[in-house]
């Protein structure tokens, strides 16, 4: 070992360090640069086979400049402490020089300067660390490449859009053998599904393996999806091509051989995991009064289903206690007491005791039945109606009917309207769903008009115990049963209806309404009379006539006569609303018109006669996107019929078509085959697709369903004739001397 | 009797004939007629016969005849070879009397035959929809309405008859027996060229009729509309939405209090006069007016207003309490009454085709030699027009018909409002097509007519981008028309344009192939051929063609002839050498 100096002895302790510091520095920027590198070369790889390679060559060549760095040695030191210490005076390359290598003048120098060195070691003042950001940038540029393992299938994708292009075809190739296996996701329980067809329809968040094997294994084969994404087939030692995908979205795809489309297009459907359903079966209805001196215990029984399993079923309860101003609300969960597996889902039961939650007579508890299911992430949860509990105190019986029957009824309109949009959907749908499906849907359907009609059963005061028997079991037959029931007390209510005494049988039924009828209708309007010809309970009880007919229809599978009795019964919904929004403003306020002496005989100062110009016409593009897509692309379609050879723009429209029929596949997954028609149709460039004789037909007809009723438009007078043409003139002048005459 | 000398040689050779005819007499004169003149005559009418036998021979002289042809015309509906109708006359010009056999011929191939005496058996018609009828050309919002009757054998079968939409769907359906009326109806959903399906369904689910309904929607012309309100209404505001929103021009002039007005246009070109006066009301399709403000004009207005009516302005006014004490003094109002009603009378109405319930005035509408344009479910009469002039006046007792856009009913309240505007508004001036006629179905090698209506003769019709020739009307010369016969079936495009090449309107015609319509086009040429027989036993027997034909002469009788003259001129040279 050498003797050194104390000061060189500092000054190869801080080179140590700061050798140190450089290596970690350049270590980190360099790991960074590699997994940046990694994640992100087949996204390269996908673009162009070649282009892997020289991706590669890059990368090298950055590694070994970031590596080339400047080396750290005495040399450096020195100058780097020249240029942050200024006491040393430019000379601490002295320092590190041999004493008996020193000039006189460089002696008389190490002498000024070594305890400089050493009085700044002892203050601790050399900065011969690296700076702090420098560190910070290597590892936040770590921090980002490693955050690229975390994209979504970062590994094989990339983006490319290609609407309305045509790709070049390649028919050379064929796929000779396939395998896909589908992996639905644990929690479903489900067992992996092999599938001998590209066509293939799987529960969200599935795993699609594709195994393919080709007649040429010298071309590089990737899967193009309709959004344009891309993915690799993996090439396997048995000569094999792999790739597997998470399908979350429905879609199209195609196989691509070195950048050439194979002719077919092939559809993948997505099934979403329903949400639970929920429905509360005891109490039936949506509100129960418990009389004062009633047995304050309730019975609960919620029926709830899914298609996977269910997690977690609890009730949601807000307890109010006091009224007015001095009500308090008490929200809390509780847990069911079991529950039974049924043919129908699992049936839950609680009993509830009023007082244990500890309500009192005049208080009221709202509950909804929350369920959730086991769905991978985070679970679904439905809610059921709320049903409302109320302990009655004895004056504030008679008054609520009314005002919550009322304040209901809108909720009621939306949820029937709802149910015919969805019948529609259904019977235009039809074709497309396999049967147990479109059963499945025409009874989860029967069961919502179940739903709306005994909320209605309970707002009319009739009804209410039939409907639990009806959902709990043999409801097809039950509701048959009591679809005949309800005619019979239908014909009653017109008999009602019709009867010029309609008040004297109204109250003999003990209804609000008529008890309210006889007492409010006593004043001396002369449009009274109008009021019991729109009597709104005489229409509900026509609506939910209508609908128990709906109903039985819906549950027979029968959507398409089920839909006439559904719109019967919107339709007296509606007027039933009319006749109370009615019923309501004759009872109002109702000032006397204005005279012509008193009307506009204030001051004027303020109000000045003034002009306004707009432009209010809606052009073309204003219209609803899809709606105008899909009527363009509907006449196209009319108008190609055979045509070969399709322009630019209709290839613009038909990708259009296709990309908002894929959008809203997501919803109604059988659209995709229609998405799946158009792209076929833009392979071939013409409207004839090989093996699929009638698809162009049943897009054709997917597209009028689709296409929303334009509105009528003004129209100026359309008679055979001008008024300009002379004989009309001549006939007008004649007529004009005779009417003189 | 008639020659042809109209090839080149034998007017060559007659010409040569007659030139040496003239000769001939000349020498013939100088060498007999000082000698003998009964010689000179002779002998000169010899060369003239021969000359002449020969020009009628070199002239093809034909001799006109009377003929008489019976002949038999095989037609659709038969087993036999069916010729082409226009040929078969062309080949048989002698016909007299045609027995038509099958169904015989359109009323257009009737025409030809005028004249002729025809006997036709009528054949039983094939099962099937027969006497169709629906508006091959519509606005959008308008509705596809197809009426007919269902030919069958057995009366006491029933058909239900089903109207399909472009998707498949059924629309709309009948059930009916032989012989009976069916009406379907549909609203087109949009602009362009469509084909709806009637189908017909026997009692066991067996479609036994499937014809195709093509119609074509098009773009409504552009109508221009002046409100004169006494305050501003949310009935006119949601008119105002609706119409301007869809390309109507309107000028809305509200009193918003005592001498202060508002003045708002909507889509009116920049500069467009905003005053009520008589060129503005010239210039604007509709006046929609309520009985307020009409009471409240100064009798110098209201002058203007039936003026404008009488040149062509529709004016529709919401009828007000107001307005009844002074209907007798206005003269735009003549022929209209307004009857108050009971106390205890229904002034709240549902509209047909809706379950919305409107209000109206408490009066009851009536109107002379009027028309309803508004109509309640019952029946009620809630809207009148009289015609005033070239235009027309309306009034209306119902009130909020935006009621139906509070509901969310945009269709009806739209349809409503279309059909408001169709039976009162000016009569358009824009060039545009004539509707075709509801019975029309065209077939490959029928004729096919289109007419147009346009105030300049310079427009150009394109018919499948061909330009074709349009022929003014003799009785309205804003009517022009042309016939093409379509060769193959498919869609027939019509383009009207302007001379400047700007599109003015389009139509599009359906020519239906063989195999579709068969039943409702054989009752078609069936109830033609009855009408044509029918009216042919009407015709006296003077007025029936006396077909002749044009026979040409046997050669015979030209070397007969030839050989008989040129003997005498043979024998009388003989004579001639005797004599000497």
């Known amino acids: 070992m050498l003797n050194r100096t104390p000061a060189q002895a500092i000054l190869a302790e801080h080179l140590s360090r700061l050798s140190l510091n450089f290596l970690l520095h350049r270590y980190i920027l360099l790991l960074a640069i590699a997994i940046f590198f990694f994640n992100t070369i087949e996204y390269v790889a996908i673009i162009h086979p070649w282009l892997d390679k020289i991706y590669i060559v890059v990368f090298v060549a950055l590694f070994f400049l970031a590596n080339k760095t400047p080396k750290l040695n005495e040399h450096s030191l020195a100058e780097h402490l020249n240029r942050i210490v200024p006491q040393f005076e430019e000379s601490t390359q002295l320092l590190f020089k041999p004493s008996d290598d020193l000039s006189v003048l460089q002696h008389l120098q190490y002498q000024r300067i070594e305890p400089r060195l050493l009085e700044l070691e002892q203050q601790k003042a050399l900065a011969t660390k690296l700076p702090k950001k420098n560190l910070l940038f290597s590892f936040s540029a770590l921090v980002f490449a490693t955050s690229l393992f975390y994209l979504p299938q970062a590994s094989q994708f990339n983006r490319e859009k290609n609407q309305g292009v045509i790709l070049p075809l390649d028919t050379t190739v064929a796929i000779e053998s396939q395998q896909i296996d589908v992996f639905p996701p644990k929690y479903t ?331 409010a209708h006593t004043h001396e309007d002369v449009h009274i009379g109008e009021v019991s010809s729109q009597n709104p309970k005489a229409m509900m009880k026509k609506a939910v006539s209508n609908m128990w007919q709906a109903e039985l229809h819906l549950m027979m599978h029968e959507p398409d006569l089920a839909l006439p009795y559904e719109k019967q019964a919107y339709k007296y919904l509606k007027l039933a609303q009319q006749a109370e929004r009615v019923y309501v403003k004759r009872l109002g306020f109702e000032p006397p018109p204005v005279s012509e002496q008193r009307r506009l005989t204030g001051k004027l100062d303020q109000i000045k006669t003034r002009s306004e110009t707009t432009d209010n016409s809606l052009d073309a593009q204003s219209e609803t996107g899809a709606n105008r897509i899909f009527q363009q692309s509907f006449a196209l379609l009319n108008a190609l019929d055979g045509q070969k050879g399709l322009t630019k723009a209709q290839r613009n429209l038909l990708s259009n078509a296709k990309s908002t029929l894929t959008d809203m596949a997501q919803q109604r997954a059988n659209l995709i085959r229609h998405a799946a028609t158009i792209e076929k149709v833009l392979i071939s460039d013409s409207l004839k697709i090989d093996g699929c004789e009638d698809c162009v037909v049943k897009l054709k007809q997917k597209l009028w369903q689709l296409i929303d009723s334009a509105l009528a438009t003004p129209l100026a007078g359309q008679q055979p004739y001008l008024n300009s043409d002379g004989l009309i003139e001549e006939y007008h002048r004649l007529g004009q001397s005779g009417g003189e005459r | ?183 379907l109806t549909t609203q087109p959903k949009a602009q362009g060229h469509y084909f709806y399906q009637l189908q017909g369904v026997d009692s066991n689910g067996q479609i036994i009729a499937d014809e195709p309904v093509s119609v074509f929607i098009g773009q409504s012309p552009k109508v221009k509309l002046l409100v004169m309100q006494s305050a501003p209404s949310f009935e006119t505001r949601h008119l105002k939405n609706w119409a301007t929103e869809n390309g109507a021009s309107m000028l809305l002039l509200s009193t918003i209090s005592k001498e202060r007005y508002l003045t708002q246009s909507v889509n009116l070109e920049q500069g467009h006069d905003k005053t009520f006066s008589a060129a503005n009301l010239n210039d604007f399709d509709l006046l929609i007016v309520d009985g307020r403000a009409l009471t409240q004009l100064p009798v110098q207005k209201l002058s203007l207003i039936e003026q404008a009516s009488k040149n062509g302005l529709g004016v529709m006014i ?206 078609q040429k069936v109830a033609a051929g009855k009408a044509f027989v029918a009216g042919q036993q009407q015709k006296l027997s003077g007025q029936m063609r006396k077909p002749t034909l044009n026979v040409p002469v046997d050669a015979t009788w030209y070397w007969l002839l030839l050989v008989l003259f040129a003997s005498i001129l043979w024998w009388e040279r003989k004579w001639a050498v005797h004599d000497e």
């Open chain 1, 189 to 519: 329980a489900l067992t992996a599904e092999v599938y001998r067809n590209r066509d293939i329809e799987v529960i969200e968040g599935s795993k699609v393996r594709w195994s393919f094997e080709f007649n040429d294994d010298s071309k590089i084969y990737s899967l193009a999806f309709a959004d344009g994404l891309t993915m690799a087939l993996q090439k396997q030692p048995d000569n094999r091509y792999f790739a597997e995908k998470v399908i979350n979205k429905t879609g199209l795809y195609s196989v691509v051989a070195s950048g050439k489309t194979l002719p077919e297009v092939y559809s993948l459907s997505v099934i979403k995991d329903q949400q639970p359903r929920v429905r509360v079966i005891n109490p039936v209805a949506t509100l129960v009064e418990i009389e004062l001196d009633g047995d304050p215990n309730v019975a609960i029984e919620a029926m709830v289903q899914d298609d996977f399993g269910i997690t977690e079923v609890k009730i949601l309860a807000s307890v109010a206690k006091g009224s007015g101003e001095a009500v308090k609300f008490r929200d809390e969960e509780f847990l069911f007491d079991d529950y039974q597996l049924t043919d129908k889902g699992r049936l839950y039961q609680k009993h509830w005791d009023l007082k244990a939650l500890g309500m009192e007579s005049g208080d009221e508890v709202y509950f909804t039945v929350i369920a959730t299911d086991n769905k991978a992430g985070q679970g679904q949860t439905a809610r059921s109606k709320t049903v409302i509990v109320r302990w009655l105190d004895e004056e504030e019986r008679s008054i609520n009917i009314e005002g919550i029957s009322i304040s209901y009824m809108p909720e009621f309109f939306r949820s029937q309207r709802q149910i015919i949009i969805e019948t529609e959907q259904l019977i235009a749908d039809k074709n497309e769903l396999a049967t147990p499906k479109f059963k499945a849907e025409s009874v989860s359907l029967g069961h919502s008009q179940n739903d709306l009609k005994l909320k209605y059963g309970q707002y009319l005061g009739i009804e209410q115990d039939e409907g639990a028997g009806a959902w709990g079991g043999g409801a097809s037959a039950e509701a048959t049963e009591q679809g005949d029931e309800d005619e019979h007390q239908g014909h009653s209510h017109e008999h009602e209806h019709e009867s010029p005494d309609a008040h004297e049988q109204s109250a003999a039924n003990g209804s609000q309404q008529e008890v309210l009828a006889q007492f």
């Open chain 2, 318 to 523: 919401f009828a007000s309490q107001s307005m009844v004490s002074q209907l007798k003094d206005m003269t735009l109002l003549n022929g209209f009454e307004l009857k108050a009603k009971g106390p205890q009378a229904d002034t709240r109405l549902n509209m047909a085709n809706s379950d919305v319930l409107f209000n109206s005035l408490p009066y009851t509408l009536a109107a002379s030699q009027g028309k309803s344009f508004e109509v309640g479910a019952k029946g009620q009469v809630l809207g009148m027009y009289r015609a005033l002039g070239l235009g027309k006046v309306g009034v209306s007792i119902l009130l909020e018909r935006y009621r139906w856009r509070l509901n969310g009913q945009m269709q009806q309240y739209s349809r409503h409002w279309q059909s408001i505007m169709k039976s009162l508004a000016r009569v358009s001036s824009d060039s545009r097509f004539l509707p075709v006629d509801a019975q029309l179905l065209s077939f490959p090698g029928q004729q096919l007519q289109v007419c147009i209506l346009s105030d300049q003769g310079d427009k150009t019709l394109f018919w499948q981008d061909q330009k074709v020739a349009l022929n003014q009307d003799q009785f309205n010369r804003f009517r022009y028309c042309t016939h093409v016969w379509p060769t193959v079936s498919g869609a027939q495009q019509f383009e009207l344009k302007s001379a400047e090449d700007q599109l003015l309107d389009r139509l599009v015609l359906q020519t239906y192939a063989a195999t579709h319509w068969q039943s409702a086009f054989a009752a």
């Open chain 2, 1 to 183: 009797m008639s020659v042809d000398f109209s090839s080149w040689y034998s007017l060559l050779l007659g010409g040569l004939l007659l030139l040496g005819l003239g000769f001939t007499l000349k020498a013939v004169k100088k060498r007999l007629y000082a000698h003998s003149f009964k010689r000179f005559c002779l002998v000169a009418l010899a060369n003239v016969v021969c000359v002449l036998v020969l020009l009628a021979w070199l002239g093809k002289l034909t001799i006109t005849t009377q003929v008489s042809e019976h002949l038999t015309l095989l037609t659709p509906g038969t087993k036999g070879d069916i010729p082409d109708p226009g040929v078969f006359l062309q080949q048989n010009p002698g016909l007299s009397e045609l027995d038509i056999k099958g169904y015989g011929l359109t009323a257009a191939q009737l025409k030809d035959f005028d004249g002729i005496k025809v006997r036709f058996d009528v054949p039983e018609i094939s099962q099937g929809p027969v006497e169709v009828a629906w508006p091959k050309h519509l606005f959008v919002g308008e509705s596809l309405v197809v009426t007919g009757r269902w030919h069958m054998r057995d009366y006491n079968q029933i058909v239900t008859v089903k109207l399909i939409d472009p998707a498949g769907s059924e629309v709309d359906s009948a059930r009916v027996r032989k012989g009976e009326l069916f009406r």
